[in-house]
């Protein structure tokens, strides 16, 4: 099992997607997991439940996930690692845990494009995102930092990423 973790942006999505297919593993997008799980959209149960609740089910269903321990490259929700202990769950798990690590600029560039399917960003104005992800991030990368495998993928292509 690898598994892939870093802010919104970062590629963990495409990365993951390519990896599967060079390694013939299973590709798992976590989001999509909650999604089939709940039987609506990250939108919908932020929307409908809050953040709170998202937290609980995403906490349950990585424990599900990590416990049924499949061959398969996992990409987790930019939040995933950095509630409860989820950080600890992936890293006492037999998972090969890796930090797409991305900067400020290049994670700005990318989700001033791609805001509107994220409900944490989504009413950020344009001009305030940039310093909303700086301390964001400075939070996040308390967790982030403890994936024993960091690769940073600014100057890279999804292939050379998967190459690493
Ligand atoms: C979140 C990131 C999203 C999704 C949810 C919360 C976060 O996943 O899980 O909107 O807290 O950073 P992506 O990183 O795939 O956008």
Not at 64 to 72: G, T
Not at 135 to 155: G, W
């Amino acid at each position: 099992m690898i598994v892939l973790l870093g802010y919104m942006g970062c590629g963990k999505s495409t990365i993951g997607k390519l990896l599967a297919s060079r390694t013939g593993l299973q590709f798992i997008d976590f989001d999509e997991f909650i999604e089939k799980k709940e039987g609506k959209s990250i939108t919908a149960i932020f929307k409908q439940h809050g953040e709170v609740y998202f937290r609980k089910k995403e906490h349950q269903y990585l424990n599900e996930l990590l416990n049924s321990a499949p061959e398969a490259v996992i990409s987790l929700g930019g939040g995933t690692p950095c509630f409860g202990n989820n950080m600890q769950l992936l890293l006492d798990s037999k998972a090969k845990v890796v930090y797409l690590k991305a900067k400020i600029d290049t994670l700005t560039q990318r989700l001033l494009k791609e805001k509107e399917q994220r409900p944490l960003i989504k009413d950020i104005p344009d001009t305030e995102l940039e310093e909303f992800i700086r301390k964001h991030l400075f939070e996040r990368n308390y967790f982030y930092l403890q994936a024993p495998v960091k690769i940073e993928v600014d100057t890279l292509t999804a292939e050379e990423v998967v190459d690493q």
